[in-house]
């Protein structure tokens, strides 16, 4: 919805008033860190890497949850976060040939589609300069010693700790709603 929301030309969405108030992230950070693969695209798996690196995914090698990919000869697995099943992404030579949903708990592919658009794996970056701008907001607005508190420790550290989207305004200039 967020990503589609700015190109909506007519519709409804129903939100409650506490989505409403709650900020995102900046409309430019998803979309530059949002991108779509389909069947019969041309596929260069070394710069696939470097944009869901980019996007927050963790490369793994079997993909068990969201925000997750795995790249293994031809075949790429990724699980979109705000999906409920990960995707296979079978290629030929460095044409993706099918895109088919599959079974974390089996590795079996199952229902086919044509088509996968993939959002940030985070509502936050984790670039160097993002942790910069967060460690420097999170001194300047909290007393006492930064280090005894977890989440300044693992986002210094480029590790996505739980709970850092309520920590949103630490890592950009401005948010949206």
Known sequence: ??????????GVVLASITTLLHRLPPRDYVSAHSFLLQIGDK????????????ANY??????????EFAVRGGIVDVFPTGTHQPYRLDLFGDQVESIREFD?????????IHAIRLLPAREYPLTEESIQRFRQAFRARFE??????????????????SGAEYYLPLFFSGLAT
């Not at 919805?1 to 007519?10: D, G, N, Q, S, W």
């Not at 596929?43 to 869901?52: A, F, S």
């Open 144 to 161: 006492g010693d930064p280090q005894k508190v977890s989440l300044y420790r693992d986002i210094s550290k480029g590790i996505a700790s």
């Open 104 to 112: 974390v708990a089996t590795q079996r592919s199952r229902e086919s």
């Open 58 to 67: 963790h490369s793994v090698s079997q993909v068990m949850e969201a925000g």
């Open 43 to 54: 596929l260069d798996i070394q710069r696939l890497r470097e944009q869901l690196t980019r």
């Open 1 to 10: 919805t967020l990503h589609r929301l700015p190109e909506m030309a007519h």
